[in-house]
Nanobody
């Protein structure tokens, strides 16, 4: 069992930056790929970014490429999402997830409760 707790969300203006964190506890952090997903108002949850267990492999959705950076600190059992140049369309609840990797929700067994990010224009 892996417990995930997100933090770092908030209300910001367009162009601002935020860094989300996801603290993991329970089973070995190193053995999982981790991802960020988000659910925008009125829409289905969507993939944002994924990072492999070693941290060497990352992949971002086209909508966030060049603006968001996923990283992990295995010594601290923590996942991060650095979000720069935020846009109003980034407004969403952001979730971290642990699992086997990829861009599809079914590959992730463990999920956090999410943290809200709101970007004003």
């Amino acid at each position: 069992q892996v417990q995930l707790v997100e933090s770092g969300g908030g209300l910001v203006q367009g162009g601002d930056s935020l860094r989300l964190s996801c603290a993991a506890s329970g089973r070995t952090f190193n053995g999982y790929s981790f991802a960020w997903f988000r659910q925008r108002p009125g829409k289905e949850r969507e993939f944002v970014a994924v990072i492999g267990w070693s941290g060497d492999t990352t992949y971002d959705a086209d909508s966030v490429k060049g603006r968001f950076t996923i990283s992990r600190d295995n010594a601290k059992n923590t996942l991060y999402l650095q979000m720069d140049n935020l846009k109003p369309e980034d407004t969403a609840r952001y979730y971290c997830a642990a699992g086997s990797g990829g861009t599809l929700e079914y590959a992730y067994k463990y999920w956090g409760q999410g943290t809200q990010v709101t970007v004003s224009s």
